[in-house]
C-alpha cells in the first residue's frame, strides 16, 4: 500500500522536469492524479499545447495508476477552479497540491522590461496564489490538505539575472509560511522547496566556458528532477502531517533543511538614534555580522557561484 493511497494530488507543471517526476512518483504512491501542464515553452507567453500533460497521465494509466491531464494555465484563477472541479469530478476529492509550474525570463535587472517582469510574476507569484486560493477553503472544510510550493535558491540566496525570477520565489517562501499559520488548526500545512536539479530551466542557462560544461555534465547525471519530485511527494503524505512551515532544499541525495530570518543584532540607545550616531554607532556594530553579496555555495555543490536556477 502506497503512502498516498486513496488520496488525490493535483500537480502543476506536470508535463516536464519535477512535476513530471511529481506526478508518476505520487501516482505510484497510490494517489490519483490530475496532471496539469500548459504545455507552453520555457520563456512562457505562447498558447501552450495539451500533449505534455496527457503524456504524463496516459503513462501512468498504462501502468496501472489513475491520472488524468488539464492543459490549462495557472495564472487563470477560473482555470485553476476548473482543475480542482475536474479533481472533484472525476476522483471525487483532492487532499495535496504540489505546484512547480513556473518559466524564466533571465535578464539583469536594469535591462528588464515590464513584460518580463510581470510574466515572470504572474505565472511563479500569481500561479501560487491561485492554486493556493482555489483549494485552502476545501482543505479547510475536510480538514485535510497539503501543499508543496515551490522556491528557489535564487531568491534564498540571490542570483545575478535574476530579480524578477529571485522576487517572485522569496514571495512564495512567505505565501507558504503564512498559509502554514493560518492554516495549522484545521490540519491545512504548506511547506516549500528549493530544487537544484538537471530541468529545461538549468539548461537554458548559458554556457560560456569548459569548466562551465563540465559541470553540466556532472548536474545531468548526478542532480536529477526525480530526486525533488521525491521529496515533494513525500511532503504532502499523510506520514509527513507534523511537517508544516519549512523552507526545504533539495540537491542530488541532499537534503536540506534552510533557516528563516530571525533578528541577529539589535541596538538600542535610550536617548534616540540621529543620522550620524547611527553612522557612528549602530552601523559599526552590526557590520560584523552583515551578510556579503557573494551567492555562496548551493547545498551539495562543488561550486561558488554558477546559475542554476530552480
Known amino acids: 500500500m502506497g503512502a498516498l493511497e486513496g488520496k ?6 506536470g508535463g516536464n522536469g519535477i512535476g513530471r517526476d511529481a506526478a508518476i ?15 507552453g515553452g520555457l520563456k512562457g507567453g505562447d498558447e501552450g499545447s495539451a500533449g505534455p500533460a496527457e503524456e504524463v497521465a496516459a503513462l501512468i494509466r498504462a501502468n496501472g495508476g489513475e491520472a488524468v491531464s488539464n492543459s490549462e494555465s495557472v495564472t487563470s484563477m477560473k482555470s485553476v477552479k476548473g482543475m480542482v472541479e475536474q479533481a472533484l469530478d472525476t476522483f471525487g476529492g483532492l487532499h495535496a497540491v504540489i505546484n512547480p509550474a513556473g518559466i524564466l525570463r533571465d535578464v539583469m535587472f536594469h535591462k528588464m522590461t515590464e513584460e518580463e517582469w510581470d510574466l515572470v510574476i504572474e505565472v511563479h507569484m500569481r500561479g501560487s496564489f491561485n492554486v493556493a486560493r482555489a483549494t485552502i477553503e476545501h482543505f479547510r472544510d475536510q480538514n485535510d490538505g497539503a501543499y508543496m510550493f515551490f522556491t528557489s535558491t535564487s531568491g534564498l540566496f540571490g542570483n545575478i539575472g535574476q530579480a524578477n525570477y529571485g522576487a517572485a520565489k522569496m514571495g512564495i517562501a512567505g505565501l507558504s509560511r503564512i498559509i502554514a499559520m493560518e492554516g495549522a488548526r484545521n ?7 528549493a530544487p537544484v ?8 542557462v548559458p554556457v560560456k566556458d569548459e569548466a562551465a560544461a563540465a559541470r553540466r555534465a556532472v548536474m545531468a547525471e548526478k542532480i536529477r528532477a526525480d530526486q525533488p519530485a521525491r521529496f515533494s511527494v513525500a511532503m504532502v503524505t499523510p506520514a509527513a502531517a507534523h511537517v508544516s512551515g519549512q523552507i526545504f532544499g533539495s540537491s542530488g541525495e541532499n537534503i536540506i533543511l534552510y533557516s528563516q530570518p530571525r533578528p541577529v543584532e539589535t541596538v538600542t540607545k535610550e536617548e534616540g538614534w540621529t543620522v550620524q550616531s547611527i553612522l557612528d554607532e549602530a552601523v559599526p556594530k552590526m557590520a560584523p555580522k552583515f551578510f556579503d553579496l557573494n551567492r555562496g555555495p548551493l547545498p551539495g555543490s562543488q561550486t561558488t557561484a554558477q546559475k542554476q536556477p530552480a
Open 8 to 13: 488525490v494530488v493535483l500537480v502543476t507543471g
Open 197 to 204: 536539479a538537471w530541468t529545461r530551466m538549468t539548461q537554458s
Open 25 to 39: 512518483i505520487a501516482a505510484q504512491e497510490g494517489a490519483k492524479v490530475v496532471v496539469n501542464d500548459l504545455g
Open 187 to 193: 490540519n491545512v500545512r504548506s511547506n516549500c522547496l
